[in-house]
């Protein structure tokens, strides 16, 4: 065989591989189209679950919000240091010199649309869902902590010590960085976050959960309405979560 | 000559050794106990060959995709097989999991994090 005819048949075989991948990849591409059919009763790209927070109705020394959330997601106070246990959402007392002006509010994991802690996660364990919601795919952290130093909010927390009384509905364990997930079992079953709803039984409604893109949505219209803001705006990463009141 | 002999020593010593070795050390079949038998998701060759790949699929959907009420999914698993005397499906070698984890010598990362319990009070208000 020349050369020339050994070319020609590298070639003939190459272009026979590639026709064969492309069937390959034709195969996975339909697999894809099925799933996403079957994933339209999952998290939709049309929803964006946000949050408002009335720092005007929330009261200094009500944590209503955070026992319901360690309920929730069984986060136990933690083996003696305090510096180490997991804060999905912790209260804060702001102070204004000048005036006096007290503020208490609720922080938590901001559900960003540009979440940094998604941008820095070398695993891409970090991950936003379809409707707006920032996850942590524990299966994945290999808990470098690298989201943890990139997160404004200091939202993220890692589990030192393992953990044994697990809802079974939330898995969290040892070597995993977690945050706030905003009750995704519970909005997965069309309930609101446990916080939002122990805000509301304490009969504060400090707290207002629902779709940031729906215009006929409670939340959607309050913000329209009234003026809120966006902790660290000036950093553009568009949180889910707003204040109303700061 | 004299190697050969030491040769023929050599293999029976190993021979005896191993026979020995093998003899002491019996691997106990698990003694798994099937709390609810019945219809398991799969058939059982597939379940006892896939059921980690089962789960592995669908883990992502659920997590990644928010798609909920799948046939396989690991609290099935536990809804099932947990023991009726511990609730569990770990803590002992006659449970489901840890059993036959022990037997094949395979490690068993699901539940550092999960729950091994059924029973335990799922979401809305759940206590820990």
């Given at each position: 065989?020349?050369?020339?005819?050994?070319?020609?048949f590298l070639?003939?075989?190459?272009?026979?591989?590639?026709?064969?991948?492309?069937?390959?990849?034709?195969?996975?591409?339909?697999?894809?189209?099925s799933?996403?059919?079957?994933?339209?009763?999952?998290?939709?790209?049309?929803?964006?679950?946000?949050?408002?927070?009335?720092?005007?109705?929330?009261?200094?020394g009500?944590?209503?919000?955070?026992?319901?959330c360690a309920?929730?997601?069984?986060?136990?106070p933690?083996?003696?240091?305090?510096?180490?246990?997991?804060?999905?959402i912790?209260?804060?007392?702001?102070?204004?010199?000048?005036?006096?002006?007290?503020?208490?509010?609720?922080?938590?994991?901001?559900?960003?649309?540009?979440p940094?802690?998604?941008?820095?996660?070398?695993?891409?364990?970090?991950?936003?869902?379809?409707?707006?919601?920032?996850?942590?795919?524990?299966?994945?952290?290999?808990?470098?902590?690298?989201?943890?130093?990139?997160?404004?909010?200091?939202?993220?927390?890692?589990?030192?010590?393992p953990?044994?009384?697990?809802?079974?509905?939330?898995?969290?364990?040892?070597?995993?960085?977690?945050?706030?997930?905003?009750?995704?079992?519970?909005?997965?079953?069309?309930?609101?976050?446990?916080?939002?709803?122990?805000?509301?039984?304490?009969?504060?409604s400090?707290?207002?959960?629902?779709?940031?893109?729906?215009?006929?949505s409670?939340?959607?219209?309050?913000?329209?309405?009234?003026?809120?803001?966006?902790?660290?705006a000036?950093?553009?990463?568009?949180?889910?979560?707003?204040?109303q009141?700061? | 000559?004299?190697?050969?002999?030491?040769?023929?020593?050599?293999?029976?010593?190993?021979?005896?050794?191993?026979?020995?070795?093998?003899?002491?050390?019996?691997?106990?079949?698990?003694?798994?106990?099937?709390?609810?038998?019945?219809?398991?998701?799969?058939?059982?060759?597939?379940?006892?060959?896939?059921?980690?790949?089962?789960?592995?699929?669908q883990?992502?959907?659920?997590?990644?995709?928010?798609?909920?009420?799948?046939?396989?999914?690991l609290?099935?698993?536990?809804d099932?097989?947990?023991?009726?005397?511990?609730?569990?499906?770990?803590?002992?070698?006659?449970?489901?999991?840890?059993?036959?984890?022990?037997?094949v010598?395979v490690?068993?990362?699901?539940?550092?994090?999960?729950?091994?319990?059924?029973g335990?009070?799922?979401?809305?208000g759940?206590?820990?």
């Amino acid at each position: 065989m020349s050369d020339h005819t050994r070319r020609k048949f590298l070639g003939a075989a190459g272009l026979t591989g590639l026709a064969g991948s492309g069937l390959a990849a034709l195969a996975p591409g339909v697999h894809l189209i099925s799933l996403a059919a079957a994933h339209a009763n999952g998290a939709s790209s049309k929803v964006r679950w946000g949050m408002l927070v009335d720092t005007t109705r929330c009261a200094s020394g009500c944590n209503a919000c955070v026992t319901a959330c360690a309920t929730e997601n069984a986060i136990q106070p933690g083996t003696g240091r305090p510096a180490q246990s997991s804060q999905w959402i912790r209260k804060i007392e702001l102070n204004e010199f000048k005036t006096g002006r007290a503020l208490s509010l609720p922080m938590m994991c901001q559900h960003c649309e540009q979440p940094p802690c998604v941008d820095v996660c070398p695993t891409g364990a970090s991950f936003k869902r379809a409707d707006g919601i920032v996850l942590v795919d524990r299966h994945i952290c290999i808990g470098c902590r690298y989201c943890m130093m990139a997160c404004p909010y200091k939202a993220r927390s890692f589990v030192h010590e393992p953990l044994t009384e697990q809802n079974p509905e939330v898995p969290r364990g040892k070597g995993c960085v977690e945050s706030c997930t905003l009750c995704v079992q519970r909005i997965d079953k069309g309930q609101q976050p446990a916080c939002v709803e122990a805000c509301t039984k304490n009969g504060r409604s400090a707290m207002l959960f629902g779709d940031l893109n729906d215009p006929a949505s409670e939340i959607a219209k309050r913000i329209a309405t009234t003026p809120t803001s966006q902790v660290r705006a000036d950093l553009r990463l568009n949180p889910g979560v707003r204040y109303q009141g700061i | 000559m004299r190697s050969n002999t030491f040769g023929w020593l050599l293999a029976t010593a190993i021979a005896a050794f191993s026979s020995v070795t093998w003899a002491e050390v019996p691997v106990p079949k698990p003694a798994v106990t099937i709390e609810n038998p019945g219809e398991c998701v799969a058939p059982l060759e597939v379940i006892r060959r896939t059921h980690m790949d089962l789960l592995k699929h669908q883990r992502d959907k659920t997590l990644r995709y928010g798609e909920h009420g799948a046939k396989i999914k690991l609290n099935g698993c536990i809804d099932c097989h947990a023991s009726k005397k511990t609730g569990s499906v770990l803590g002992s070698q006659e449970n489901f999991c840890q059993g036959c984890h022990a037997y094949v010598a395979v490690k068993l990362d699901c539940f550092e994090c999960h729950q091994p319990k059924n029973g335990m009070v799922k979401s809305a208000g759940a206590k820990p």
